[in-house]
């Protein structure tokens, strides 16, 4: 009978397996390797030794809800499906007010929430006063609630229309309730990409600065990549590479977050969405590659909740949370677009994978325990 083993040796994955054994780094020629592998069992294999070995059986989730406080945006992506732009007069585009979006937050009264997840588009009549008053608002009507919000480049736009530098308003949106950002705006660190899909936003070194600013304020945050569209597997692993350079330098991010692309209703609808099997595949060659990130998480409204669950075997250690009205997109390929699990719901998700639940803040502190495990380095000297 074929062992694992063998399995490993017929993928050439030898080197590899041989390399993380003994805590070696791997290459960009490595990265190239896992993509170019068809032996997905193999390549899950080796992730879940990095999973197992920085979280055990440990399944992090979160009770959370994301708000998005506005679509309007000018960076007119063209992989994306969420935005008005400024000029349209469809009547699609809203804002919520910072007291529209704080009583959004109100209904969930009486539900326990630990993390409001804030993001949105560029929308360039907001003023900077805005942006602290939304988060001032948010945190009053959930006092209990750690706000992660506003990506790379809703921060470069909330600078610019300060007209100050980051270094300098970043305390100031810390004290209005700022906790942590997350990962998305990242795209794909290719100029190829940026070119082609989302010319007018933040370029790819304008992002490594903003998040270099972020957690040089001891705001920790994510790092995201969206795959599935038109990046080839070369731009995936500098991608990965860029970003484990990054974090390096600042340890400040948390978590890596693969996105899957979402063609409906984008200028890219003609492309496929993405199979499970890609799917697992990005979150297996992201833990592998990300040896200095503490966590990688499976976004189940993007990747399904049973393509989630079994991440939690390729390399996954966070399944995001009970998610309440997420707007950017909806999981791919199904017709029920679900987006609200219960905590029962992912919790037995969890277990049936002989996994173990384990809730958490915005900063991966343990929820409903004394002592945080796995404390974020930035967080704890903040
Ligand atoms: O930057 C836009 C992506 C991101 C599509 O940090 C799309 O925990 C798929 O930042 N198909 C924003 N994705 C969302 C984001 C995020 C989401 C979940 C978890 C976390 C985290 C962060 O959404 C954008 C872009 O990369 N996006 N359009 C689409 N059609």
């Known amino acids: 009978m074929r062992s694992i083993?063998?399995?490993i040796r017929q993928a050439r994955l030898e080197r590899i397996h041989a390399k993380l054994q003994d805590g070696e780094r791997l290459t960009f020629e490595d990265g190239m390797r896992l993509y170019q592998t068809p032996d997905l069992t193999a390549v899950g294999y080796l992730a879940n030794l990095v999973r197992e070995r920085k979280s055990g059986a440990r399944t992090y989730f979160v009770r959370n809800l994301h708000v998005n406080y506005t679509n309007i945006c000018n960076k007119l992506c063209k992989f994306c499906s969420f935005y008005a732009a400024p000029t349209s007069i469809d009547g699609r585009g809203y804002v919520l007010s910072p007291e529209e979006a704080a009583a959004r937050v109100a209904r969930y009264?009486?539900?326990?929430?630990?993390?409001?997840?804030?993001v949105a588009g560029i929308n360039p009549?907001?003023?900077?006063?805005?942006?602290?008053?939304?988060?001032?608002?948010?945190?009053?009507?959930?006092?209990?609630?750690?706000?992660?919000?506003?990506?790379?480049?809703?921060?470069?736009?909330i600078a610019r229309v300060a007209r100050r530098p980051l270094a300098e308003i970043l305390p100031e949106l810390k004290a209005a309730g700022l906790t942590a950002c997350p990962g998305g705006g990242a795209e794909v660190f290719s100029d190829r990409v940026h070119e082609e899909l989302f010319r007018a936003k933040l370029d790819n070194q304008g992002w490594f600065d903003v998040a270099r600013a972020v957690h040089a304020a001891g705001i920790p945050s994510n790092a995201t990549l969206l795959y599935g569209h038109i990046e080839t597997q070369e731009e995936k692993v500098q991608h990965l590479?860029?970003?484990?350079?990054?974090?390096?330098?600042?340890?400040?991010?948390m978590c890596f977050v693969p996105l899957a692309f979402d063609p409906s209703r984008t200028e890219l609808s003609h492309l496929p969405v993405t199979t499970g099997y890609a799917n697992l595949r990005e979150i297996a060659i992201a833990r592998l590659l990300l040896d200095n990130f503490p966590h990688v998480k499976?976004?189940?409204?993007?990747?399904?909740?049973?393509?989630?669950?079994?991440?939690?075997?390729?390399?996954?250690?966070?399944?995001?949370?009970?998610?309440s009205h997420y707007e950017i997109t909806h999981a791919l390929g199904t017709t029920s677009h679900q987006q609200v699990l219960t905590m029962a719901e992912l919790i037995?998700?969890?277990?049936?994978?002989?996994?173990?639940?384990?809730?958490?803040?915005?900063?991966?502190n343990l929820v409903g325990q004394e002592e945080a495990i796995d404390r974020h380095p930035s967080v704890i000297s903040s």
């Not at 049973?306 to 996954?316: D, I, K, P």
């Not at 037995?348 to 991966?364: F, H, K, M, S």
């Open 241 to 253: 590479l860029h970003i484990r350079e990054l974090q390096d330098a600042t340890s400040g991010f």
């Open 125 to 157: 009549k907001l003023p900077y006063q805005y942006y602290l008053d939304l988060l001032q608002a948010v945190r009053a009507a959930r006092p209990d609630a750690q706000v992660k919000a506003f990506t790379m480049i809703e921060l470069a736009q």
């Open 298 to 323: 499976a976004f189940w409204i993007m990747i399904t909740p049973a393509v989630a669950q079994m991440a939690l075997w390729y390399g996954a250690d966070d399944i995001d949370g009970t998610v």
């Open 348 to 364: 037995g998700l969890i277990t049936e994978v002989g996994r173990e639940p384990v809730e958490r803040d915005a900063l991966y």
């Open 5 to 7: 083993l063998d399995q």
């Open 109 to 118: 009264d009486g539900e326990s929430i630990r993390e409001i997840h804030m």
